[in-house]
């Protein structure tokens, strides 16, 4: 017999997954979704539990497991020039919003 490896045995679960046009993957276990690079949105990558994304032998993501659910976890450089607008919503974003408009129900009565 061989000696066994010096280093520390870890488990890895693996999981085919596409890249949404978002340019995010869904991990149904944790029910999250987890960013990718925006060039590969629509193809089939691989999925390493320890939330790695593989395309070919490529890594194109690393990230922290979150076991929070509902979350979209995202690195600001993955999405297009074009979706990075929406790393600025926030509910004080959107509270402003309604701020300049100020259509609250008394205000439309009293105008």
């Known amino acids: 017999m061989q000696p066994l490896p010096r280093g520390i045995y870890s488990i890895w679960n693996y999981k085919k997954a596409t ?3 978002t340019s995010n993957i869904f991990m149904g276990e944790d029910k999250n979704y987890y960013s990718s690079p925006h060039r590969y949105i629509g193809l089939a990558v691989e999925m390493h539990y320890n939330l790695e994304f593989f ?3 490529e890594r194109i993501a690393l990230y922290k497991r979150s076991f929070k659910a509902g979350h979209y976890i995202s690195e600001d450089d ?3 020039s074009s979706h ?3 790393n600025e919503w926030s509910p ?3 509270q402003s919003l309604v701020q300049r408009v100020d259509r609250t129900p008394k205000n439309i009565l009293a105008g």
């Open 78 to 80: 993955h999405m297009p």
């Open 19 to 21: 890249v949404q046009k």
């Open 84 to 86: 990075q607008y929406i």
């Open 55 to 57: 395309y070919g032998q």
């Open 92 to 94: 004080v974003f959107f």
